[in-house]
Nanobody, 126 residues
């Protein structure tokens, strides 16, 4: 079992940066792929980024245009999402998620993730 807690969200002006953190409890985090997803008001939740258990493989939504960076520190049981050049359309609740199966590949599909955090609000003002 893995419990996830996101932090680092807030209100930022367009062009600014935020770093989200995802603190995980449980011994399986270091062997679990993790991802970030977001849900904007009135829209479905969508994929943002994912990283393999080792941190070596990273995947991003095409729409991000290289502005976000996903990373993880397994020694700290924490994942991160660095968000730069934020735009108003990035406003959403951001969720981190982990896969249950050890060594499973990172995925851009929500269905592949078993554990979810409660989300953190990111609001970008124009």
């Amino acid at each position: 079992q893995v419990q996830l807690v996101e932090s680092g969200g807030g209100l930022v002006q367009a062009g600014g940066s935020l770093r989200l953190s995802c603190a995980a409890s449980g011994r399986t985090f270091s062997s679990a792929a993790m991802g970030w997803f977001r849900q904007a008001p009135g829209k479905e939740r969508e994929f943002v980024a994912a990283v393999s258990w080792s941190g070596l493989r990273r995947y991003y939504a095409d729409s991000l245009e290289g502005r976000f960076t996903i990373s993880r520190d397994n020694a700290k049981n924490t994942g991160y999402l660095q968000m730069n050049s934020l735009k108003p359309e990035d406003t959403a609740i951001y969720y981190c998620a982990c896969r249950r199966d050890a060594w499973a590949a990172a995925s851009n599909s929500q269905r592949d993730y078993d554990y979810w955090g409660q989300g953190t609000q990111v609001t970008v003002s124009s």
